[in-house]
């Protein structure tokens, strides 16, 4: 009997913390990881190995896989990178002002979107490369989320902001954190009628985008992450979801 592996030890880690892994988008043996060693690496999964690697001058914050060749990067140099991961060519889209925290790519509008601590989120045309639009947000952008062609933006101040990518104009919805502490992670439901968000206080709320209230009484949130040890509970942020 052959046993399939269920754990994959990678050789050739990054060196200082890891940011963001995003599988490729067509199976699971490829996967990106970004990092605070300014580096982000493909790995082939299957066998363990590093396939190639590009640096940023600073920490990497976020990545994303356009297609199965190409990905986008992000981080506290303030500059968008697109890699070629056949051909190893690199070419930078342009920058924000403040460090970018978010990386998407939004198939339906084929656009790269990026948030960043600069307080704005902006969109770039992958094929020319431009920035297509700017648009001011309330505050740093801490997260973000693809809901289809609707992205999701958590900022600091508990804020959270709906656009739809094809009309940018304002958006769709405001709204605040149903956590009374710093938004740290806000992903999609794959059905894309609501999003979970978590805070820096060991809790997660599952939230709904119709506005019906009918729809909003089914909003809830949870505990977790959080140890009792000697009488004391020990709380901890969550920094990821999926």
Known sequence: MVESRTEFKLKNPPEDGISSVQFGPNAAKFLLVSSWDCTVRLYDVESTTMRLKYVHSMPVLDVCFQDAVHSFSGGLDQTL???DLNSSGESVLGTHD????????????????????DHTIKTWDPRAPRCTGTYQQQERVYTTSLCGELLVVGTAGRKVLVWDLRNMGVPTQRRESSLKYQTRCIRCFPNKQGYALSSIEGRVAVEYLD???????????????????????????????R
């Open 81 to 83: 990178k697109m890699f």
């Open 98 to 117: 403040g460090a970018i925290r978010t990386v998407d790519y939004c198939s339906e509008i084929n656009a790269v979107v990026t948030g960043s601590w």
């Open 211 to 241: 506005a019906d209230p009918e729809v909003q009484k089914k909003k809830y949130a949870f505990k977790c992450h959080r140890i009792k040890e000697s009488g004391i509970e020990k709380i901890y942020p969550v920094n990821a979801i």
